[in-house]
């Protein structure tokens, strides 16, 4: 009995060991795709293989951000940016699995609005900026619905699709138990679905983004967008490719934020 319990200690520790060297690799080959693409960007642009003007290059824009950085005014427009995109991936995530609560209480409701919801879901969201700016005023309020409206139909959709496959015999049991459909759904449902809306939220951080960065394309004044359509205007696209960079960098943290949660809580 002591030999088979070693031996299968041995394993579990020989594939602990395997995982991490795994991922020891896998870090490293993408420190060498980071150094590889930033080093041929920079010797591409130095020899001229690709145009400088329309492609900058690394060194350019290192330069351009530290000099953002001492005038402060990256500061300022990340830190608008970065507000609008939590305001409205928090609001965009909380009404969109609020809506597919609702639909999930009511069938007869779900029946009704399923076909508006696929229409919906097709319509392309970044038209409605124009809409919503008139409707909200130009400003934060118009920004933020449109991080917002960006993500909660598909937060909808997916969230009450994962709502309807929970296993009806769990229902089955509680409500015999005397459970009413409230307690069904906190007891039974969200616990279900848990890791399919920790999973969306995910998707919710790059829809939030793009809905934000576009808000501002049309209307902001101040934010990382606006230092996009900015350098286009006076043809500076170090400025553009800095901007990009920041959203890259910033996007990056709050999808990895998420992705701790979830391992964080679908743990305990």
């Given at each position: 009995?002591?030999?088979?319990?070693?031996?299968?200690?041995?394993?579990?520790?020989?594939?602990?060991?395997?995982?991490?060297?795994e991922?020891?690799?896998?870090?490293?080959?993408?420190?060498?795709?980071?150094?590889?693409?930033?080093?041929s960007?920079?010797?591409?642009?130095?020899?001229?293989?690709?145009?400088?003007?329309?492609?900058?290059?690394?060194s350019?824009?290192?330069?351009?951000?530290?000099?953002?950085?001492?005038?402060?005014?990256?500061?300022?427009?990340?830190?608008?940016?970065?507000t609008?995109?939590?305001f409205?991936?928090?609001?965009?995530?909380?009404?969109?699995?609020?809506?597919?609560a609702?639909?999930?209480?009511?069938?007869?409701?779900?029946?009704?609005?399923?076909?508006?919801?696929?229409?919906?879901?097709?319509?392309?969201?970044?038209?409605?900026g124009?809409?919503?700016?008139?409707?909200?005023?130009?400003?934060?309020?118009?920004?933020?619905?449109?991080?917002?409206?960006?993500?909660?139909?598909?937060?909808?959709?997916?969230?009450?699709?994962?709502f309807?496959?929970?296993d009806?015999?769990?229902?089955k049991v509680?409500?015999t138990?005397?459970?009413?459909?409230?307690?069904?759904?906190?007891?039974?449902?969200?616990?279900?679905?848990?890791?399919?809306?920790?999973s969306?939220?995910?998707v919710?951080?790059?829809?939030?983004?793009?809905?934000?960065?576009?808000?501002?394309?049309l209307?902001?004044?101040?934010?990382?967008?606006?230092?996009?359509?900015?350098?286009?205007q006076?043809?500076?696209?170090?400025?553009?490719?800095?901007?990009?960079l920041?959203?890259?960098?910033?996007?990056?943290?709050?999808?990895?934020?998420?992705?701790?949660?979830?391992?964080?809580l679908?743990?305990?």
């Amino acid at each position: 009995m002591n030999k088979e319990t070693d031996k299968v200690e041995l394993l579990h520790k020989n594939y602990i060991r395997s995982l991490k060297v795994e991922k020891r690799w896998i870090r490293f080959y993408q420190a060498i795709i980071f150094l590889v693409f930033f080093s041929s960007w920079e010797l591409f642009s130095a020899k001229q293989w690709i145009d400088p003007l329309i492609f900058s290059s690394p060194s350019k824009i290192w330069i351009l951000f530290m000099n953002k950085l001492q005038d402060g005014s990256l500061l300022t427009n990340l830190g608008v940016t970065l507000t609008e995109t939590v305001f409205g991936f928090i609001l965009g995530t909380f009404l969109g699995v609020l809506l597919a609560a609702i639909l999930w209480w009511s069938p007869m409701v779900s029946k009704i609005l399923d076909p508006y919801l696929v229409i919906l879901n097709a319509m392309p969201k970044v038209a409605l900026g124009p809409v919503l700016i008139v409707a909200l005023s130009p400003g934060y309020p118009s920004i933020i619905a449109m991080g917002a409206i960006i993500s909660v139909i598909i937060t909808t959709i997916v969230v009450y699709t994962a709502f309807k496959e929970v296993d009806p015999n769990y229902l089955k049991v509680l409500q015999t138990f005397g459970a009413t459909r409230f307690q069904c759904f906190k007891e039974a449902i969200i616990p279900a679905c848990f890791p399919t809306i920790i999973s969306t939220l995910k998707v919710n951080v790059g829809l939030s983004w793009v809905g934000v960065i576009v808000g501002e394309f049309l209307v902001s004044s101040k934010g990382l967008g606006y230092m996009i359509i900015y350098g286009f205007q006076v043809f500076n696209f170090t400025l553009v490719f800095l901007s990009l960079l920041v959203i890259a960098v910033f996007a990056t943290i709050m999808y990895q934020l998420v992705d701790f949660l979830e391992k964080k809580l679908i743990k305990e």
